[in-house]
């Protein structure tokens, strides 16, 4: 089992950056592919990035590419997104999750374990 604690959310400017972090507890951490997910207010949780468990795989949204960055640190059992350019539609709820013993998981249900989201908030 793994525990993951999001941080690193808050509130920016239109064409700012933030940096989240998503720090994992439990075994393990390599054999898990992770993943970023986004829930803004009335809408449905949205697939935001994934990385496999080498970190030589990754796969967005296309309303992220070239903006967004998924990476992860084995060593320090933490997975990031790095977030630049940001835009008032990128105002959500940010969620990491972790997939046990897969390759790259793109969908909600595939995924065991979720945090408990860090809040990204976007003006114009």
């Known amino acids: 089992q793994v525990q993951l604690v999001e941080s690193g959310g808050g509130l920016v400017q239109a064409g700012g950056s933030l940096r989240l972090s998503c720090a994992a507890s439990g075994r393990s951490f390599s054999s898990y592919a992770m993943g970023w997910f986004r829930q803004a207010p009335g809408k449905e949780r949205e697939f935001v990035a994934a990385i496999n468990w080498s970190g030589g795989s990754t796969y967005y949204v296309d309303s992220v590419k070239g903006r967004f960055t998924i990476s992860r640190d084995n060593a320090k059992n933490t997975v990031y997104l790095q977030m630049n350019s940001l835009k008032p539609e990128d105002t959500a709820v940010y969620y990491c999750?972790?997939?046990?013993?897969?390759?790259?998981?793109?969908?909600?249900?595939?995924?065991?374990?979720w945090g408990q989201g860090t809040q990204v908030t976007v003006s114009s």
């Open positions: 999750a972790a997939a046990w013993d897969q390759t790259i998981v793109l969908i909600a249900h595939g995924y065991d374990y």
